[in-house]
């Protein structure tokens, strides 16, 4: 296992990162335990979840339980130490989580006290806020996107609250890290600007969709990440599960994530098959397992920090962490290449 510097912080985080989203829905307590400890004897040390997950589906009766079950392993095993641990905080539109209220330093707080309580843990290492208050392009909303109407001084300001609310948290020792998720490359050259004015906590990392179907982070946020050490946490490395292959020609296993969300967030539409099938048919022609392909590429790009895995099952675990070990072809990289000119935003 590889790893690598968390933004600025001195903080070292393993090149997998594990995904939590399922524990709770798809996953029981015993079998994420089980998926922890095989990580950890992989070389994971990145746990990477949020007080709203799970998201197999989401929903109020669940909310929490994936960082119950962290919590619970964290106090068994004793590990805690070792164990770079992520969670983060919701944005609005949720009604059951704070009555869908935007992200503001008092909700923050309560979020993060409760998220302790849950991990059984005196401090996160890295504190994300999950999606901005303002709007963003991501979960399927780049087709729709318009910030014009947002307020230019407005904004500002309550950005600055929210990183003065962060900054309160690691003086506290609560927080050793913050970053960003399902934000743009204007909210993180924004909050750069206010911590640096202000003498607040630098952002370390900023967590976005990253995948073979879904790459806008090859564009500006990518020259963020060289310039400004703030590094990718790519979550949906394999697009919920498009890129397995297992829901090609109509296929839909069951007690697969399409089975019980029904469009992958978005995801499932007309427009993915045709890429996913070429994308198969290039593993396929090269001896790799396409998952095992889209994964270690990922692991290539120049601005990655850690590439967020997630698993229903051991062997998809086993799986997804032995891309580590995966190198691929100055050809295999061409075809993929080709494929990403042919087919640049299928979902």
């Not at 968390?6 to 393993?14: A, E, M, P």
């Not at 396409?290 to 998809?316: E, Y």
Request: charged letters at 20%.
């Amino acid at each position: 296992m590889k790893y690598k510097t968390l933004g600025r912080t001195g903080i070292q985080v393993s090149e997998i990162c594990l995904g939590t989203m399922t524990w709770g829905t798809q996953n029981s307590e015993a079998e994420a335990h089980e998926q922890m400890s095989y990580a950890v004897e992989q070389g994971v040390n990145f746990f990477d979840t949020a007080e709203l997950y799970p998201v197999t589906p989401a929903g109020p009766e669940t909310r929490g339980l994936t960082e119950d079950y962290i919590g619970t392993w964290l106090k068994a095993s004793g590990k805690r130490d070792d164990i770079v641990v992520a969670t983060k905080v919701s944005g609005p539109g949720r009604p059951y989580i704070r009555n869908g209220t935007p992200a503001s330093p008092k909700t923050m707080r309560e979020a993060l006290e409760t998220s302790l309580k849950r991990l059984q843990t005196d401090y996160v290492d890295l504190y994300q806020m999950h999606w901005p208050n303002r709007g963003h392009y991501g979960f399927r909303n780049s087709w729709t996107y318009d910030p014009s109407g947002q307020d230019r001084k407005a904004v500002p300001e309550e950005l600055l609250a929210i990183l003065e609310a962060l900054g309160d948290f690691v003086k506290e020792g609560k927080v050793r890290a913050i970053g960003l998720s399902n934000d743009t490359a204007w909210g993180v050259m924004t909050m750069l600007s206010i911590a640096e004015k202000h003498g607040l906590p630098r952002l370390a990392s900023i967590q976005n969709e990253y995948n073979f179907l879904y790459r806008q982070f090859d564009l500006d946020l990518s020259e963020i990440a060289h310039h400004e050490h703030v590094g990718l946490l790519a979550y949906s490395p394999l697009a919920a599960g498009l890129m397995t292959g297992k829901y090609l020609n109509g296929a839909k296993p069951e007690g697969s994530r399409l089975s019980i969300n029904g469009d992958l967030g978005g995801r499932y539409t007309e427009y993915q098959e045709p890429a996913v099938a070429a994308y198969a048919k290039l593993a396929k022609a090269h001896g790799l397992d396409l998952a095992q392909m889209q994964i270690a590429f990922s692991l290539t790009r120049p601005f990655m920090t850690s590439v967020i895995i997630g698993a229903t099952n051991m062997q998809q675990l086993k799986t997804n962490i032995g891309a580590k070990d995966v190198k691929l072809s100055a050809e295999v990289l061409a075809g993929i290449a080709n494929l990403h000119k042919m087919y640049p935003a299928p979902i």
